[in-house]
């Protein structure tokens, strides 16, 4: 079954400095993994999928098949950056989105 | 395009009674599924609903129940409800054909709370 952790509840970090949101999987064959994000009084809404390698709003993830991670890096964090990061494998059999806990990542001036 | 949209937005339920929340899905979107948020949790897939017809269920009791209707929009039925079932609910839809992109469109939640 898929399975998605991210260790980190809470993260705070000030503007303009690095941020990196972690996420680890447990999936068998090839995996697809996105994160989503949700700013407040905002819905959830996808932020990048990793087959894409694209950059949104200045994050990256990088799939890392050997440590099983997918993490979120930004190399200069802004304010508008706070918001509830999940990390979201894709259960390809039942064509599902399994959620990670979430991150809440904050962005102190 | 209003995108999805549920209602009610909150309401308040006891231990025992029924509740129906329902979804508006984006406009050309024909799958609708749902997920049930508890506070401090990520979403929890409960189903997806494609052709009025449940076509993948998560790992809850029959308790929950729903139905798609031939416009696409649907209804999430939870019957005996119990303390535990307080949470935010989201309805999220898609394209069955783009089921795949990983790329959904969620609501805003109606969020039950039982007392």
């Known amino acids: 079954a898929q399975r998605v952790t991210q260790p980190e509840k809470l993260l705070s970090v000030f503007k303009g400095a690095p941020v990196e949101l972690k996420c680890n999987y447990s999936y068998s064959g090839s995996p697809e993994l996105f994160w989503y994000v949700q700013y407040s009084r905002q819905r959830l809404q996808l932020l990048l999928r990793h087959i894409s390698r694209e950059s949104i709003k200045g994050f990256t993830a990088d799939l890392n098949k050997g440590e099983t991670s997918f993490h979120l890096k930004k190399p200069f964090a802004q304010e508008e950056d706070s918001a509830m990061y999940y990390c979201?494998?894709?259960?390809?059999?039942?064509?599902?989105?399994?959620f990670g806990q979430g991150t809440r990542l904050t962005i102190n001036p | 395009d209003a995108g999805v949209t549920q209602s009610p937005t909150h309401l308040i339920k006891t231990r025992g009674q029924q509740v129906t929340l329902r979804c508006s899905p984006k406009s050309g979107h024909d799958t609708v599924s749902w997920y049930q948020q508890a506070l401090g949790q990520g979403p929890q897939f409960i189903f997806q609903?494609?052709?009025?017809?449940?076509?993948q269920r998560g790992n809850f009791p029959d308790r929950f129940s729903g139905h798609q209707f031939p416009n696409y929009s649907s209804e999430l039925n939870v019957n005996a409800l119990l303390l535990g079932d307080s949470a935010l609910y989201l309805c999220?839809?898609?394209?069955?054909?783009?089921?795949?992109?990983?790329?959904?469109?969620f609501g805003e939640g109606s969020r039950l709370t039982v007392l």
């Open positions: 979201a494998p894709l259960d390809r059999g039942a064509q599902k989105l399994v």
């Open positions: 999220a839809s898609s394209l069955v054909r783009q089921l795949n992109t990983g790329e959904l469109f």
């Open positions: 609903y494609y052709e009025e017809e449940e076509r």
